[in-house]
């Protein structure tokens, strides 16, 4: 991972020794792969810095470390730009792959990161009536700044996979895992044991209906149509006779779901269609299968009232667990004379009482309908400053159970929401804000 690329790899273009560490592990097709790789980040980096175009300082690349860093922050992008390709795309002349990762690059940086950028500055000047932004010769600064995301660029989930494997592992039902390859990166047994695992670690909401039952077992008989372990390809009228051999769904209505691309940009960033339409053939690969899935599990699970009441007590326990390692000591209290709290806790001579929201903000919204979300993140604002005052009107329970002369409220979001309300804590930035308090 401390391996050097861009200037630092122009400096010492010691390129073999990746392919000496990689290829023992993993083969030397792939140690081939990754050697190209290095060369064409390094060839990207240093022509944007020839041509004076900096990426922002939180996509400074030096190592491998870092380049992984700035692919997973872009890979919604580049499978953006994949969605669009079979609408838009016209002419004679292919992409020839050698070529497509230099000629998409320049599309990512100056025109899909610009899009979304500016869809989301445009959210927070619809709720911060101070917003501004000021301009220079290489862009537009903005006043205020919202980050969405998690670590390693993830979105937000109420209660992702490693959520359930850290606070329910205990009651996961085991599952019957095939074998894997260690040396493929990537691999349909992979994707069936992903699936297994998801309908496992769900099920006790409810998950594995007749709906995701079947897209699920749709997903594991595609992954048998798999070409080098990881594309998919699979003739059109041979997808249509096994969506046509399931009950659940309407035939159309699922090939809708599974199938097409989009031809505008708005549209393929929120997008989680597996196949692409290419002539007689769909196609796909085990990523964009195993992201269909757990978006679809998302959207399902979201509006079951048995979710949602697990979901906050997951993510309380979550966030316990954190403010443990950050140096609060968790009181344990959940009850006083019928009042519930989240988690209170205690540092030095305050208590600390934490309300923890895990209230759903749809992140697509920037793209499709800002004003709605806008609207939404008000109110969310609103209800969370009620969520404070109530928690103020009786801390005197607290005081009195702890045997304390000090406390602090604050609410715990997690799904962060746009405000400039102090007490309200972004989860994605819990760390970085305790340490201030």
Known sequence: MHLPVAAGLVANPNVTLARDLVAPYYGEALAKRFMISMLRVTRAMVGFQSDARSLG??????????????FQSRRRHFVSLLYMMPEVCSGTRPLAPEMAFNELLPIVEHCCISFTGWNWKGVLAEVLKDFTLAPDKRGAYASHEYDALEGVFLEPERVSLLDIRQQRGGHLTSTCAEPQDPAKIFSAPELRN?????????????????????????????SRYREDDYFIRIEVEKVRSTLAAQTVFPSTELECMLLGGAAH????SNSFKPFLLLGDFVESNVNLLTRFLNAFKNVHLGSRKRFQIHAGFIFEQKVAADLSELGFAVTGIKRIN???????TVRGDTIYNFQCKNNWIDLSKPETNRQLLARYNRSLDRYYRSALTKEKNREGLL?????LAKIEHYVISRFPVITKNSRVINYNRLARTVSQI
Do not use: C, M, P
């Not at 300082?57 to 700035?70: P, R």
């Not at 940009?265 to 393929?268: I, L, R, S, V």
């Open 194 to 222: 992903n699936v297994r695992f998801i309908r496992a670690a769900y099920d006790t909401f409810g998950l594995n209906d007749g709906e995701y039952s079947t897209l699920s077992l749709l997903a594991s008989a595609f």
């Open 265 to 268: 940009f708005k549209q393929a």
């Open 338 to 344: 019928r009042a519930e709290f989240d988690v209170v």
């Open 57 to 70: 300082g939180g996509s400074q690349v030096h190592t491998v470390a870092d380049a992984a860093g700035y």
């Open 399 to 403: 005081l009195g159970e702890l045997r």
